[in-house]
């Protein structure tokens, strides 16, 4: 679920909301495991994404997780990871298996992290600083820390020479904090930030239909195992 959805947000639900909810859903899925024989192994475990199972608690940890990638690189080392066995010269089938599957997770561990940059760090101009990031920030303080454009020291709208950018910037901070979340429920953010995010999911795909071609044509274990359809 989104922050805006978790912190009942009354910025109206968009595509963007659906975009991150899917975000974390892959997370999830790659902490747990994404077939029901890797659930079964970590269902008694307790990890980072554990408090997703609280709104209040989840809301909190995801801007902190999703605030950097390194932040977010403390849930992609609790994915799920397939013991390999020893070579004895009788068990080739589980080893290939068991590197699929671990390949696999690291895929999706790619794909997770170029989401997460399209969505909280997308260098479109037409996001705009506001839409950036994950946590509250004061007036006149973009995402980096500096100084939003057409506002001045004290942080308010300085009307000579504005853009309309900053006009939109300014009407947008009236409260005196500025919420990523909320600002990329506004156009021309929601567009810009799906299209971005749908071709990162076109890229990953391509990708991935290559490897399972590849893993057909070579058939064997994988094949036979049903790991690859």
């Avoid at 639900?13 to 970590?42: C, N």
């Avoid at 390194?70 to 013991?83: G, I, Q, S, W, Y």
Wanted: glycine letters at 8%; one cysteine or more; aromatic letters at 6%.
């Amino acid at each position: 679920m989104s922050v805006n959805n978790l912190e009942q947000s009354d910025a109206a639900r968009k595509m963007v909301d659906e975009l991150e909810s899917m975000l974390y859903l892959l997370i999830w899925m790659g902490v747990w495991g994404a077939a029901s024989a890797h659930r079964a192994s970590t269902a008694r475990g307790t990890r980072d994404v554990s408090d997703w199972n609280d709104p209040k608690r989840a809301a909190k940890s995801k801007r902190d997780k999703m605030s950097t990638c390194d932040n977010m690189n403390t849930l992609l080392r609790e994915f799920f990871r397939a013991k390999v066995p020893k070579p004895n010269g009788s068990n080739g089938k589980e080893i290939e298996i068991a590197e699929w599957i671990n390949e696999s997770y690291k895929f999706l561990k790619g794909l997770i992290r170029d989401l997460r940059a399209c969505l909280f760090d997308n260098p479109d101009e037409r996001v705009g600083p506001h839409a950036r990031g994950t946590q509250l920030r004061e007036t006149g303080e973009s995402d980096d820390g500096s100084s939003v454009s057409g506002q001045g020291a004290d942080g308010h709208a300085s009307d000579s020479g504005a853009t309309p950018a900053a006009k939109h910037a300014a009407e947008t901070i009236c409260d005196g904090l500025i919420d990523p979340f909320r600002e990329r429920t506004k156009d021309p953010a929601v567009d810009v930030l799906f299209a971005s995010f749908a071709g990162v999911l076109a890229k990953y795909g391509s990708i991935a239909q290559s490897k399972i071609a590849e893993a057909r044509a070579k058939g064997g274990a994988l094949v036979d195992s049903g790991n690859v359809v």
